[in-house]
Nanobody, 125 residues
Framework: QVQLVESGGGLVQAGGSLRLSCAAS????????MGWFRQAPGKDREFVAA????????YYADSVKGRFTISRDNAKNTVYLQMNSLKPEDTAVYYC??????????????????WGQGTQVTVSS
């Protein structure tokens, strides 16, 4: 499994921005589709965004489309989530996840094999 470490969470006012980073330990990172998920207290973990292992295809939940952008830098073994126009309902623990090599990106958390420890994002109104 790939070791994943998220960073960049914090407290921000509504309308603000944050950029989350997820650093992977594996040199084969460039062959792994990656995703971001989030989990708010008392709720199930939900899909936020995903990116193909080549980086040419991206996918977003309707709730974040137009506000969040997922990207990857394979030279740095890092995937990013740029979050703009944040809303209080975006408050959650955000998790980075990776699939096995050469598998396509997925909306389903059960399809991912590697997970980070999570980073808290809190948006105040």
């Amino acid at each position: 499994q790939v070791q994943l470490v998220e960073s960049g969470g914090g407290l921000v006012q509504a309308g603000g921005s944050l950029r989350l980073s997820c650093a992977a330990s594996e040199r084969t990172f460039s062959s792994n589709a990656m995703g971001w998920f989030r989990q708010a207290p008392g709720k199930d973990r939900e899909f936020v965004a995903a990116i193909s292992w080549r980086g040419g295809s991206t996918y977003y939940a309707d709730s974040v489309k137009g506000r969040f952008t997922i990207s990857r830098d394979n030279a740095k073994n890092t995937v990013y989530l740029q979050m703009n126009s944040l809303k209080p309902e975006d408050t959650a623990v955000y998790y980075c996840a990776g699939r096995r090599s050469y598998q396509s990106a997925s909306y389903y958390p059960g399809d991912y094999d590697s997970w980070g420890q999570g980073t808290q994002v809190t948006v105040s109104s």
